[in-house]
């Protein structure tokens, strides 16, 4: 293989294309990388632990990295890269590890760029233009360009993910490319490093590798012309068009566009300068209802003539999910296929009569102008989290990508569409389909049979044939997520052997070597090889019989099977995004991918797998990446894939420490409800106790507790205590319709004035309130501390006390309360009552909602910060709450995210530092913000971590109303 060398003319071997694939172990490659760029563990790291979190990204296929570095320079992607190529080792760049098609795992290297290089450099409001690093997140730069009436056009459904870097990497799109155009349409220049090591602008580009590029148009100069670049998404292999003399040829902004796509196979980005666009002044959003999806593709060409900002396609079914999932598309117009249609104007009046003059136009069945942003951003959001809203068929089955952005010329798409329902049901599969009907790129996620005996090879045929159909309509194998490993072995069924020779041939101008990204658009691999899924191994293999006791939850969204659970995490990576809910606030807190949910989902993965991760359930790898984790059960709500990392993490410490001894604060936080009862026969002399510091400092030593957390004084009456004392006095209402107030451990022990005030406004509602027998325990703290025999002989007792009547059992703490609503049919399946509970407990709100919805509370006339627990919003929802305050004339901010105490975890030795990072994302800058208005939390650990933290003590719900009632109300 040669190079035109520019010094003595003639070509000369390239001494880097003849280097042999490294061999050197993993430990050594690191070595040579940390000395090379002067850093430890944190610039790279070669453990197990930190290869498995980077082993795929959101595709379907699994690669094994030798190494993962987190440069902080340019420069010191230049020393990566001189090292990859001394030892002859690939070379990947990764931003947020969102690429759906596999182009962000290799072999080699794996950079990841969007911890250190994620900076907006320059803003340049004049000339509409931005200078950014490769890491910076498009969410970031569009706040910062916000103030400027400015932003960037492209905007990928991962916006508050994914990096500049990567959408230029895939050319990626989004939902107003149809306004905006491609990313590759609005790079300007790029500095970048290419396969020979050579650092350059693409404004001043070396003289040979023009010189090269110029060779390679001049060979293919008919088939570029009638080949490439026939409509606005053939995004699939390289961007040839770009190379045309009529487009000025391999230089400038023309040679920007054509590294804009490709995937890092031919340079990486260092730098890049993008064209900002004006925001349109004023937006009107409607959605139209139409038949089906393929009447939907029919009526979108027509709907084109009027310059909607954006058309994107909905499928019924993807909404249904919403709806199975506790969400709301209330609003919709008839119809099984929708089209969601934003028109713009330079003031609301403009935008309205676009968007009336547009609907008049089309052939809707129904139609909806949507009145506010705020609800159209609700329907928006259901778009954007359909990667993972499709991860399941509406019968459950896994859905996967591979086939997720083919992409047709509009007018053929109504066609394209029908055809490929009829291909997915001759192969036996089934997708939801959605995506940029005005573009004609459809996303969907089919249900390919990977867990199957062959299900690999079915799964290729289907792509091949899928293949051949999108190429029959004049399409691309990709619309806009590049064709990394899914595609690329495909695309000689999309371009001629004289298209594929070209990109050869660009390839080896750029990288001769091969180190670049390698196995991607040119000499792919099958695209059947590296399924991860298949080699993933069922929990029994691990040694846990599948749908057996030794299995501590039941998963039965997942056919008993764990190692089906942990694949629910498909990368889609919400759990990296400040979204405005809970997930992931450990990753919020610390930044790395390992703290994230889909970090410790590839663990578990690779647990599952068995080659890196070798321990099985005794995995010292696994129980690290999990000890971050909050179990704040966001993830069960925020995550559109249904992870709940908290039960696989439980389950796992149950079995991690089977036999072990535990650590000691398993003991004494994962017993709290025993040492409560004890403690109860003499509170104020353990009060007195541990009011002694230097006690104290022993007791928390001794228990694992962080000697910055203070311990929690124990009521001097537990609520039981006066409540049986008020029910022996005669003093209790009677008489009224009853309802079983669950007692749990936490305001039995700690607040009980927090059952007095829900007991007061029970009774001045006209219940008749009362506990069970015994105090007894759901198990929560059993639970979170993995301690699962314990917990469920807890949950059977409570199961005795609560008996099987149809009484509602009302809960006060949040997560006892969802404990008892979801998790208790998990834990004890074959039980009948604790399936009921699913519709006997409520919280206090759902209750009032259900049974007094025509209770006007008294007008509280005060403005409140209020903190929902987060249990409470993975799994009861705040709906009721923010309803019942807004009732009583509370002017509510509902803060999101997690206060940071969650439980045990905030008390734990060694995880204080990051309790107070999570607790200043939102809550704490929030209570210092809060001025004259009232702190409302039901959670104890929130109301805990406010007072520890920022000496505030919040009130319960409960408590804010019940100090609203008339002088003597309670039991009127």
């Not at 119809?335 to 809707?364: C, I, K, Q």
């Not at 910060?865 to 249990?871: E, L, M, R």
Request: glycine share 12%.
């Amino acid at each position: 293989m040669t190079v035109t060398d520019p010094r003595t003319g003639p070509t000369r071997p390239d001494p880097a294309a003849d280097l042999p694939a490294a061999d050197l172990p993993a430990a050594e490659i690191g070595r040579r990388l940390a000395a090379a760029l002067g850093g430890g563990d944190d610039v790279v790291d070669v453990s197990s632990a930190r290869r498995a979190a980077y082993t795929t990204d959101a595709s379907n296929y699994r690669v094994v990295p030798t190494a993962v570095v987190f440069p902080r320079s340019a420069e010191d992607v230049e020393a990566a890269f001189a090292t990859c190529r001394e030892l002859g080792v690939p070379f990947t760049s990764r931003g947020a590890g969102t690429s759906v098609a596999g182009n962000a795992v290799g072999t080699g290297v794996v950079l990841d760029f969007s911890r250190h290089l994620n900076r907006v450099l320059e803003i340049d409001p004049e000339a509409r233009t931005a200078l950014v690093q490769p890491g910076v997140i498009l969410d970031d730069l569009q706040r910062q360009t916000a103030p400027h009436g400015l932003r960037f056009g492209p905007d990928p459904s991962t916006h508050a993910r994914c990096t500049l870097g990567g959408m230029i990497g895939n050319d990626a799109c989004g939902s107003h490319a149809l306004a905006y155009g491609r990313t590759s349409h609005n790079v300007i220049g790029l500095d970048v490093l290419d396969g020979h090591g050579r650092r350059f602008s693409t404004d001043a580009p070396p003289a040979e590798l023009v010189a090269g590029l110029e060779g390679v148009a001049a060979q293919h100069l008919a088939l570029i012309r009638t080949t490439f670049g026939t409509f606005g998404r053939q995004v699939s292999g390289y961007a040839l068009e770009h190379l045309l003399p009529e487009t000025g040829g391999p230089r400038g902004t023309a040679l920007a566009r054509l590294l804009a796509g490709s995937e890092g196979t031919l340079a990486t980005s260092l730098a890049a300068r993008v064209r900002l666009v004006r925001q349109a002044p004023s937006t009107t959003f409607v959605v139209l209802g139409y038949a089906d999806m393929a009447a939907a593709a029919d009526a979108t060409p027509a709907l084109l003539t009027h310059s909607p900002l954006a058309v994107e396609g909905i499928d019924r079914r993807l909404a249904d999910v919403v709806v199975r999932r506790g969400g709301s598309v209330e609003g919709l117009p008839r119809g099984n296929g929708w089209l969601f249609v934003e028109m713009g104007g330079e003031t609301p009046e403009e935008s309205l009569a676009a968007a009336r003059g547009m609907v008049a136009d089309s052939d809707a069945l129904d139609s909806v102008v949507i009145p506010t942003a705020a609800e159209a951003r609700k329907l928006w959001r259901i778009r954007e989290d359909g990667a993972g809203l499709a991860g399941r068929t509406p019968d459950g089955r896994p859905a996967w990508p591979g086939w997720e952005d083919a992409a047709v010329p509009p007018a053929r798409l109504g066609a394209y569409l029908r055809e490929f329902e009829t291909l997915m049901g001759s192969h036996g599969v089934d997708g939801l389909a959605y995506g940029h009907f005005g573009d004609g790129c459809i996303h969907v996620r089919i249900d390919f049979p990977l867990y199957e005996d062959g299900g690999g090879a079915r799964t290729r045929e289907f792509l091949e044939d899928a293949a051949r159909l999108v190429a029959s309509h004049g399409g691309s194998l990709s619309g806009e997520h590049g064709d990394g490993r899914a595609r690329g072995g495909l695309l000689p069924l999309m371009y001629p052997d004289d298209a594929i020779r070209a990109f050869e041939q660009v390839k080896r101008v750029f990288d001769p070597a091969d180190l670049l990204n390698p196995g991607v658009i040119v000499r792919p691999a099958a695209v059947d090889a590296d399924l991860r899924v298949p080699h993933a191994r069922p929990a029994h293999v691990l040694g846990m019989p599948r749908r057996s006791p030794e299995l501590a939850f039941a998963y039965s969204q997942d056919e008993g099977d764990l190692t089906r659970a942990v694949h629910r995490c498909v990368g889609v990576g919400k759990c990296r995004a400040d979204s405005g809910g809970v997930m992931c606030p450990s990753y919020l807190a610390t930044g790395d991918e390992k703290d994230s949910t889909r970090g410790r989902a590839r663990l578990l993965q690779e647990m599952a797998n068995g080659t890196l991760v070798t321990d099985g359930w005794r995995s010292q790898e696994v129980r690290d990446v999990l000890d971050l984790c909050l179990s704040c059960k966001g993830c069960t709500h925020d995550c559109p894939a249904g992870v709940d990392m908290p039960t696989y993490k439980a389950e796992f410490f149950d079995k991690f420490y089977k036999g072990r001894l535990r650590p000691m604060n398993h003991y004494l936080l994962g017993w709290l409800p025993r040492w409560s009862r004890l403690a109860a026969l003499a509170p104020r002399v353990v009060n007195a106790l541990t009011g002694v510091r230097a006690l104290a400092r022993v007791a928390k030593a001794v228990g694992g507790v962080d000697q910055r957390r203070p311990l929690p004084a124990f009521a001097e009456q537990t609520f039981r205590q006066w409540f049986d004392a008020r029910v022996r006095s005669g003093e209790a209402a009677t008489g009224g319709e009853p309802v079983l107030l669950w007692a749990d451990s936490f305001t039995n022990a700690f607040s009980p004035e927090v059952g007095r005030a829900a007991v007061a406004l029970l009774e001045h509602l006209g219940f008749t309130v009362s506990l069970t027998e015994k105090q007894v325990c759901c198990g929560l703290t059993w639970v979170s501390t993995g301690q699962l025999d314990g917990a469920k002989r807890q949950l059977r007792a409570s199961l005795d006390a609560l008996g099987d009547s149809e009484v509602p059992v009302v809960g006060l703490e949040p997560s006892c309360t969802a404990l008892l609503r979801e998790d208790a049919s998990e834990l004890l399946p074959d039980d009948p009552r604790a399936r009921a509970l699913h519709r006997r407990v409520r919280t206090v709100a759902e209750l009032l909602a259900e049974r007094r919805p025509e209770w006007i509370p008294p007008q509280v006339g005060a403005g409140a910060v209020v903190q929902p627990h987060c249990h409470q919003h993975a799994v009861m929802g705040f709906g009721p709450d923010a309803a019942l305050l807004a009732k009583a004339g509370v002017e509510a901010e509902v803060l999101a995210g997690c206060c940071g105490l969650a439980g045990n975890f905030g008390a734990e030795a060694g995880h204080f530092d990051v309790s107070v990072k999570v607790a200043e994302h939102r809550f704490l800058p929030a209570l210092r913000g809060r001025g004259d208005r009232v702190v409302v939390a039901d959670g104890y650990s929130c109301r805990t971590q406010a007072d520890n933290l920022a000496q505030v003590r919040p009130k319960h719900l409960v408590e804010l109303l019940a100090e609203a009632l008339p002088e003597g109300a309670a039991g009127d």
